[in-house]
């Protein structure tokens, strides 16, 4: 289990957003596969609008110049869309399930899973049962990803992430 902390970002993407942090991940230089992922039952939240993402960290603290990279969406749970948030892709798709079928017992799966293969850094959405396409990423040595779940900052309401899980494992 992770706990959250506190995120802030200076990406334009994020600046409407309450930001936490999952935790991180060092993506080495050999193949590997790695994610985030949380749950959520948007019928519990009074939130509308939620992001959730893996992006990489300045290599250098202080370093705070650059436009981030890596995945995120946002995700509104009135309508189901789900919108790129780095790579001006705009509408990446929709969830088929209506909002209200999410529970306690079957939450809303909100997942990034990635592979590593050679310099590339190949993204898998994935939101409830459906899979959906992202841009994918150029590794740079030293890479540390960050993973970041959170809603609109005008809703005063933390949405409310459950079982967080931050993985990695060879292939």
Request: charged content about 20%; glycine content about 8%; proline content about 6%.
């Amino acid at each position: 289990m992770h706990t959250a902390a506190p995120l802030t970002s200076s990406e334009m993407a994020f600046v409407t957003f309450d930001l936490l942090s999952f935790g991180e991940i060092l993506v080495p230089d050999h193949p590997l596969r790695f994610g985030f992922q949380v749950d959520i039952v948007p019928s519990q939240n009074a939130c509308r609008q939620i992001v959730i993402g893996l992006v990489s960290k300045p290599r250098e603290a202080g370093e705070s110049t650059g436009r981030t990279h890596g995945f995120a969406v946002r995700v509104d749970l009135e309508t189901g869309e789900i919108w790129d948030l780095l790579n001006d892709s705009g509408l990446v798709g929709w969830i088929e399930r209506p909002m209200s079928s999410f529970t306690d017992e079957e939450p809303l799966l909100l997942n990034w899973e990635v592979d590593h293969h050679g310099a590339a850094l190949i993204p898998r959405l994935q939101i409830a049962n459906e899979v959906f396409l992202y841009p994918a990423l150029l590794y740079t040595d030293g890479m540390v990803m960050e993973t970041l779940a959170g809603s609109e900052s005008e809703s005063g309401v933390q949405a409310s992430f459950l079982h967080p899980a931050v993985w990695k494992e060879s292939f």
